[in-house]
């Protein structure tokens, strides 16, 4: 019996190609999507969870007041991992993990390394198996070094390198590092990524100084007593720490914000595995991969999507199809057979279906995981696939999608009545709401995606073309960190010599904000530039205001500042230059406004422009120089810079960017929710023309009499092509009015993220329009074209 | 072996009764080879598949082999023509998917014939319509004479009481027609199967042992 079905449905499927590919390319590409999807979620899950005592490490993290807002924090300092460990009786032991970077000395090259400070507990807090060297003691000496199998390869060639010796510069010299241990490669769903570790250092006066437990620069992770209880540990940390730091607290409160005091802040516990995905309290500051739920959610939602609209088309094409299969259930019912044995036999041929579409999907799988892993920051493997639980739900994928796709129209076809499919009275013309609400649901869909598609397209070229307030066109970034203003000078002018090197802008290295007590003695935050006079200039940034600041006026470098308009608009000056910003922590450096800058976007344009202050002192570090260079002039301006950069600072390690690329790099994580939207809208919509297409070849098969008979009665071509798409063009007319008004609130939703945005326009959603219509006539007047001009004889004859 | 009384079936058009058949009466015994005769939309097929248990009716009492037909359940009813009837079409009506072998073979593996059997009924069967030599093809590559005879084999194979032959030349030339009709003549002599079939030709009629004629659903007398 189930070699007769098995016979009959691989029959079926192999003399209906057009149909059963369809249903297989549609299957499989919404098997792959979901299984990917499964991976991805399945990484995510398992984030962090192959330490062995991961449920008893936890984060210590704060909860503190700023300015009127609460604000949550994972770093902390110095002492509260040793003070904790040392007060609490809850914990077992710490361990501190701080991000940074040395220099290292490989024969005459100097590169950048980065590498993470931790305490020696490192490896017993966590679990990364060594392929050399002792984990208990390998961090225990000042000049330890910790490799990674890649670091170690990367330095030696070779993993096998204990003992051996590495050059890395602590503060100005070049100094011996013994290798003590090499340890396996950080599996990619971990938190913790190394290549290099160093013994984590703090002076005798660090470790005694109370004032650090208010300077927060890195991840202090603890391990409780299996039995202790996270409350406890958590209140009786609270309470150590008023004790210990209230006095120290309330000097600096005294100190440095004029006695305002917002609290004192709160300890407590995150739980290791939390992190990862953790909006509030993210990885960060040398821990990586943080990850948004939202991304999950929103891959979940697409995946289910395609995979929802392939078996909407399974189901729509199989019933349709049924038309054909009529006389074959009517046979089966007179010669013998029971509902119970037709259900059996069309559920087993969707399985069958499955099957193929099931190992397809696989193999689609495994081709599309590069690009995946690429969009979604993941290094998955296909190797993933062998892991029990996993399998366990792509089979249960499998039937449930098998049961899905195959259970209803089973179910229909069974009960056909056999009288009526077998003296052609039978008729499936009917209303078939199912089928068109179907269409209309993928239509509507896809339809959604596509508007999202073009409005993050738009976005986020706005984001990336819009006029910044300054030009960033042929500006090399070059970074030398900790440079005094008169050193970064030299540098200037050696540099200018050149004539391709137009201007030379040094300013401060990264982002810097502090605050201010501007005129009315209230204080301010801003964002604090240190530039010189030629900033502005090389940048075209105007003013508006003022004056830019001058060679010739000496002491602009010790009293006048310049701030931007939001700055302006902030203090809420009438007349700002000459106005006053007083740094009161310094005691009571004060300075004149001497110009007003025009808002320019220093931050990207996700955030919006705050009140920024540039300023000349002397004593502050320069560390980034802004190089304009002479267009069609990079390849020499290049070299010449590199060269003189090596002349100048030969133990620092050269590298540069150019401005406009560094722009691209801020919206990476647009330009991947682009990407994902993307390809979830050309999934969605090309899964739904296939559907679409089956169901036009179906419809015009259905329709062949009604076809002849109208050309016999003088139909043109043109017009039996209009009988034919007019009603597919009308469902899909009604998806795209329930999806424009849905897509509308939900993309102006998305663009309310972003301070600065495009409009949402009229023009947007019908150019979605025309192309969904335009993809929707094409799929159906291919068939219909087709069946216009086959020769009404010949399907008159047949009736 | 049939017993009907009164049989009235209808169906309503536009708020009236349209009558399919009206006061039939019939009365066929075993071995018996009947040919109901009548033009187009006499009541023919409804007929025949009111007999097979395919269709309703909607008065009147139906026995076959002393089973009230009329006061069975769909179940039953089914039960009681997958092991009594076998049925002919006009249009074969073989499925295009199976070979001759298999679709001569289906209606056993309904029946749960283990495999040994079913190859021993379906070879005789192949070896007696003279089919053994395309016992591999595809319908579609029959002639229509030779999908009828296979129609006819398929229809035997399970050993009913009766068969059913709704116009089972209609899609045949005449000297196929007249194979099919000399095959069911002998399979009434030699095997007693009871034979009903309707038909539009009186040549065809002719075989049979009694003739119907049947005039807007009614037996004309």
């Not at chain 1, 910790?146 to 010796?165: Q, R």
């Not at chain 1, 540039?614 to 004593?619: D, G, L």
Request: charged fraction near 20%; proline fraction near 3%; hydrophobic fraction near 45%.
């Amino acid at each position: 019996m189930l070699k007769s079905y098995f016979i009959t449905a691989w029959r079926y499927l192999t003399r209906h190609k057009t149909y059963s590919i369809i249903n297989v390319a549609g299957l499989s590409i919404g098997l792959a999507c979901a299984m990917l999807i499964l991976l991805y979620v399945k990484d995510e899950v398992s984030f962090d969870k192959f330490h062995k005592n991961v449920n008893n490490v936890y984060r210590i993290v704060t909860l503190s007041k700023f300015n009127g807002t609460y604000h949550k924090d994972g770093n902390t300092g110095f002492l509260q991992g040793p003070r904790f460990a040392k007060n609490v009786p809850g914990i077992q032991s710490y361990v501190r993990v701080q991000s940074g970077a040395a220099d290292l000395q490989n024969g005459q090259e100097i590169q950048s390394q980065d590498l993470l400070y931790v305490d020696s507990s490192f490896f017993s807090v966590f679990t990364f198996p060594l392929l050399g060297g002792n984990a208990s003691t390998c961090l225990t000496e000042p000049h330890s070094i910790v490799l990674s199998e890649d670091a170690a390869i990367k330095h030696f060639g070779k993993t096998d390198v204990v003992g051996k010796t590495m050059m890395l510069k602590e503060d100005s010299l070049f100094v011996p590092f013994k290798v003590t241990a090499v340890a396996k490669k950080c599996p990619q769903n971990s938190s913790i990524q190394f290549e290099v570790l160093l013994p984590f250092r703090e002076s005798e006066m660090d470790a005694k100084n109370t004032d650090n437990w208010f300077n927060f620069f890195l991840n202090t992770f603890v391990v409780l007593n299996p039995n202790a209880k996270l409350q406890t540990v958590e209140n009786q940390m609270q309470a150590f720490y008023v004790r210990d730091a209230s006095k120290a607290y309330k000097a600096m409160v005294e100190k440095y914000l004029n006695g305002y005091d917002e609290g004192m802040g709160t300890y407590f516990l995150q739980p290791f595995t939390d992190m990862h995905m953790s909006t509030e309290l993210p990885s960060q500051n040398g821990l990586q991969n943080a990850s948004n739920p939202m991304y999950s959610y929103i891959l979940s939602g697409i995946a289910l999507f395609i995979l929802l609209i392939a078996c909407i088309n399974f189901v729509n094409l199989t019933i349709a199809r049924s038309l054909k299969r009529a006389k074959e259930i009517g046979v089966r019912k007179v010669i013998g057979s029971n509902r119970k044995q037709l259900i059996f036999q069309f559920l087993g041929e969707s399985f069958l279906l499955c099957f193929i579409a099931f190992a397809m999907a696989l193999f689609l799988v495994e081709l599309i995981l590069p690009v995946f892993n690429n969009l979604s920051n993941k290094a998955l493997s296909f190797s993933y696939l062998f892991d029990a639980k996993l399998t366990g739900t792509y089979l249960a994928l499998f039937l449930v999608t098998g049961l899905l796709a195959g259970f209803y129209p089973a179910l229909v076809l069974s009960g056909y009545k056999p009288v009526e499919t077998l003296y052609s009275r039978f008729n499936l013309a009917g209303k078939n709401y199912l089928q068109k609400s179907l269409v209309v649901l993928q239509f509507a869909l896809a339809s959604f995606l596509i508007i999202a598609t073009l409005t993050i397209y738009s976005q986020f070229n706005f984001l990336t073309k819009t006029d910044l307030g300054f030009d960033d066109r042929n500006i090399v970034e070059v970074r030398k960190p900790g440079l005094k203003f008169h050193e970064a000078e030299t540098f200037k002018a050696e540099l200018l010599k050149n004539p391709n090197i137009v201007d030379v802008a040094p300013k401060n290295d990264g982002f810097w904000g502090t605050a201010a007590k501007i005129s009315n003695d209230s204080v301010m935050q801003f964002a604090y530039e240190t530039v010189d006079e030629s900033y502005l200039p090389a940048l075209k940034i105007q003013l508006v205001q003022g004056r830019n600041f001058s060679k010739s006026n000496p002491s602009d470098a010790t009293n006048s500042v310049l701030v931007n308009e939001a700055f302006v608009k902030k203090a809420g000056w009438k007349n700002p230059i000459g106005e006053t910003v007083n740094f009161y922590y310094l005691d009571n450096e004060k300075y004149q406004v001497i110009g007003v800058v025009k808002d320019y976007h220093f931050v990207a344009l996700n955030q919006k422009i705050g009140p920024q202050l540039f300023t000349m002192k002397p004593s502050n570090n320069l560390g980034l120089f802004n190089i304009k260079i002479k267009p069609g002039s990079e390849t020499e301006s290049l070299r010449f810079i590199q060269a003189k950069f090596k002349e100048f600072f030969p133990l620092s390690p050269y590298s540069y960017i150019f401005k406009n690329e560094q722009r691209i790099k801020d919206y990476e994580s647009e330009a991947k929710w682009k990407q994902i939207i993307f390809f979830g809208a050309v999934l969605t919509i090309f899964i739904s023309c296939i559907g679409l297409f089956g169901l036009s070849v179906l419809s015009a098969e259905k329709r062949t009499k009604e076809i002849g008979i109208r050309k016999v009665l003088g139909a043109s071509v043109s017009n039996v092509v209009a009988t034919l798409s007019k009603d597919f063009l009308m469902l899909v007319s009604i998806a795209l009015i329930i999806a424009i008004p849905i897509a509308w609130l939900a993309t102006d939703k998305w663009l309310q993220n972003y301070p600065y945005r495009i409009s949402l326009n009229w023009w947007l959603f019908a150019v979605a329009c025309i192309l969904v219509l335009l993809i929707a006539l094409v799929t159906v007047s291919f068939q219909a074209v087709k069946a216009a001009i086959d020769n009404p004889v010949k399907s008159l004859r047949t009736e | 072996m049939i017993d009907l009384k009164h049989i009235n079936k209808w169906v309503n058009s536009g708020g009236n009764r349209v009558f399919l058949l009206r006061d039939i009466n019939l009365n066929v015994n075993e071995g018996e080879f009947i040919s109901i005769m009548g033009p187009s939309g006499s009541g023919k097929s409804t007929l025949l598949n009111v007999i097979g248990m395919l269709d309703e009716f909607g008065e009147g009492e139906y026995n076959f082999l002393g089973q009230p037909v009329h006061q069975l359940k769909e179940k039953q009813r089914s039960q009681l023509y997958k092991s009594h009837i076998g049925f002919v079409f006009q249009a074969y009506h073989l499925i295009d998917e199976l070979t001759v072998y298999e679709n001569i073979e289906t209606p056993l593996l309904y029946q749960n014939i283990n495999t040994s059997n079913r190859r021993a009924i379906v070879a005789d069967i192949l070896d007696r319509f003279n089919i053994v030599g395309k016992k591999d093809l595809f319908p579609p590559q029959l002639s229509g004479g030779q999908q009828q005879l296979v129609g006819v084999a398929r229809a035997l194979v399970a050993k009913p009481k009766l068969i059913l032959a709704d116009e089972p030349t209609g899609n045949l030339n005449s000297k196929q027609g007249e194979e099919i009709m000399e095959l069911f003549k002998q399979l009434n002599s030699e095997d007693r199967v009871t034979i009903i079939q309707a038909t539009h030709s009186e040549r065809n009629a002719a075989y049979g042992s009694k003739i119907i004629n049947l005039l807007d659903g009614r037996i004309e007398k």
